[in-house]
């Protein structure tokens, strides 16, 4: 079902788009991965939102030519994608898995990928260099892409998206896993890509990163165009629900003390490492539990290592907090992920509108 | 990190057919893979086992002649055991290897055809097979023939470039099939196994028509007419040759060649029209 944004959504078809799905149908068997999408997606910066199993990787994977429709026709920049190598110099995809070439070293990765697009070999160095500064590596590019930590990786896989400077970039999860500083230092970098003429699609399912990349919004749900248009009216439908943030850290129990005392956060919960928990332990507890009023060790831990669920109606607010306090070195957050269960809720309450 | 891009985003640019550029990386990339981990280094300790046996044997009351330790080791062992091992190890992981380890997708994100991306590597992968089998082939004979004056005068010189440029050419074969097998089905190395037993094992060896389907067959004509001693009773009665009846070395060489073509052909049909799904954490 399509909510009416009119405004932009006229907006956005009176623009030449550059990715086009006509009718598209993904099937997997008897899976549906994409049920007849239509969508023209315009220049710039274009968030793509939907919950685990939205068909968000589908989407993406039929535009950058690795799936090739059931039905309908994906085009991107006006040419068919399927088995269409020569369209591969114009796009880009930072992909979701999280795999390498694990021998080489960053640097090393990045040039084989700008030589593969057919760069000679200065080029393809001075291009790597270039893509490495750009994403923040250049300190570590000559390690090994094995040792990296999670938030180098996607750093890395980001560069390898940009070597070849595409028109047209696939961001796919990018902030999976990335520390604060980290998000927000790829959320700049994508913001400056769509600065200087790239046009960016980033899937995500947590609405707060696209939020803070573009107003432009795409809303998938079960393979179906959901809405699509300004992220603020979506937004408003999603604050009547509470953001559920876990935290990754080691000193857990100090950091739950410090975000407790802040106005914007409405509970904390303890969960531990110590026990083997797993993030979709984790994810399950962020999912189907609700909070105290107060923060609580629910599960109790031995060790120092841990994670804290937090729940906010201000999300924004909290995730300025957290960075701040990172950044002053206030606390060692190694990972922070939101679950999409209040988007769920919205989709559940656009789809049924 | 830094705010600024890499450049502005270029105009939208065309091309993407035959890059020698992209396709000599991904042919240097395909070689260092294949130069890496365990897999090689398992091979080569198997490829050793030929000469610490024929050492082993030496030490025995009364070692055989080096000619039949060569037509043991060189012309059955190897052939029959390593050379379609080694070719299976690596040309049915080919694309398998990529798909597994999730990294296909910056092969396919590139301006490559996938039949100059599948050619490409699987050159490789046979270079990297035939340079491994050359090494511990020529250590092989040099193994045997220690010792005889044959090693320099004949051995070093000729004979060791014909067994090298033999079993080459039969992993042509080799690797042509199992790269399509890698293509076919997950379970390569398993089909590859029972196939190298049933067939090039068992079946080669039946005297009937049936065994011109095998890449032994064209292997041990070859070295018939190539490497046989002036005397090849031995060579002829063991793998139930008749010297008048055996194609021509020529032909082989044409049989072998046109064989490796048809499934390279069958091998790019597959990788044209297949989608690689990668796994996604959430598959999604």
């Known amino acids: ?353 | 990190m830094t705010t600024e891009t890499v450049n502005e985003p270029l105009e939208v640019r065309s091309g993407g057919g035959f890059d020698p550029i992209a396709l000599s990386a991904l042919f240097f990339l395909t070689l260092r893979q294949n130069i890496r981990g365990r897999r090689l280094i398992i091979l080569s300790v198997l490829f050793l086992l030929p000469s610490l046996l024929d050492v082993i044997v030496r030490f025995a009351p009364f070692p055989p002649a080096s000619d039949r330790l060569e037509f043991i080791f060189m012309f059955n062992f190897i052939p029959h055991a390593l050379l379609p091992l080694t070719a299976l190890l690596y040309a049915a992981g080919v694309i398998q290897d990529e798909v597994e380890e999730q990294t296909l997708t910056y092969l396919l994100l590139r301006p490559l055809p996938r039949w100059a991306m599948y050619l490409t590597k699987i050159t490789a992968t046979w270079l990297v097979t035939s340079l491994l089998t050359a090494v511990f082939t020529t250590l092989t004979l040099v193994v045997v023939w220690w010792g005889t004056p044959e090693l320099f005068d004949v051995v070093l010189p000729m004979r060791a470039l014909k067994v090298c440029a033999l079993m080459a050419l039969a992993l042509v074969g080799y690797c042509s099939l199992f790269g399509a097998l890698g293509l076919l089905t997950r379970r390569s190395l398993l089909i590859g196994i029972a196939y190298i037993v049933a067939c090039e094992g068992l079946l080669a060896n039946i005297n009937m028509g049936v065994r011109q389907l095998t890449v032994m067959y064209y292997f041990r004509v070859l070295a018939v007419r190539w490497l046989s001693p002036a005397d090849n009773k031995l060579w002829l009665d063991r793998w139930g040759l008749k010297l008048d009846e055996i194609p021509t070395a020529t032909s082989c060489v044409e049989i072998l060649l046109i064989a490796s073509a048809v499934f390279c052909f069958f091998s790019i049909l597959m990788i044209t029209y297949r989608e690689f799904r990668m796994k996604t954490p959430e598959g999604s």
């Open chain 1, 1 to 353: 079902m399509h909510l009416d944004l009119a405004s932009e959504v006229a907006r956005s078809v009176e623009v030449t788009p550059v990715i086009a799905f006509e009718g598209v149908s993904k099937w997997y068997g008897n899976v549906i991965g994409l049920n007849k999408l239509t969508l023209r997606i315009p220049p710039g910066v274009t968030g793509l939102l939907g919950p685990n199993g939205a068909g968000k990787s589908t989407l993406l994977q039929l535009a950058t030519g690795q799936l090739m429709p059931s039905q309908g026709t994906v085009r991107v920049l006006g040419q068919q994608t399927w088995n269409n190598p020569s369209l591969m110099r114009n796009i880009g995809l930072c992909p979701e898995q999280d795999a390498f070439w694990e021998w080489m070293t960053g640097l090393d990765f990045i040039r084989t990928c700008a030589r593969l697009s057919g760069m000679g070999r200065r080029q393809a160095t001075a291009a790597a260099e270039k893509a490495m500064h750009v994403v923040g590596m250049t300190e570590n590019m000559n390690r090994a892409v094995g040792g990296y930590s999670k938030g180098m990786r996607q750093r890395t896989k980001l560069a390898q998206a940009l070597v070849h400077v595409p028109p047209v970039l696939f961001l796919d999860e990018p902030f999976t896993g990335t520390d604060p500083v980290a998000r927000r230092d790829l959320i700049e970098v994508i913001r400056g890509l769509g600065s200087a003429g790239h046009s960016v699609l980033v899937s995500s399912h947590v609405l707060h990163e696209v939020q803070a990349l573009t107003q432009n919004i795409v809303l998938l749900h079960r393979g179906r165009l959901v809405a699509e248009g300004n992220v603020r009216q979506i937004r408003d439908l999603i604050d009547r629900h509470p953001h559920r943030i876990v935290l990754v850290c080691d000193d857990y129990r100090s950091l739950a003390a410090e975000v407790v005392a802040w106005d914007d956060v409405e509970g904390v919960k303890v969960v531990s490492r110590n026990g083997a928990p797993t993030p979709e332990a984790l994810r399950s507890e962020a999912a189907s539990d609700r909070l105290p009023d107060a923060p609580s060790a629910s599960l109790k831990s031995n060790g120092r290592e841990g994670s804290i669920l937090v729940e906010t109606r201000w999300p924004d607010e909290f995730y300025g907090k957290l960075t701040t306090l990172v950044a002053k070195g206030g606390a060692r957050v190694r990972e922070v992920y939101s679950e999409d269960d209040n988007l769920e809720a919205v989709f559940k309450y656009l789809v049924s509108k």
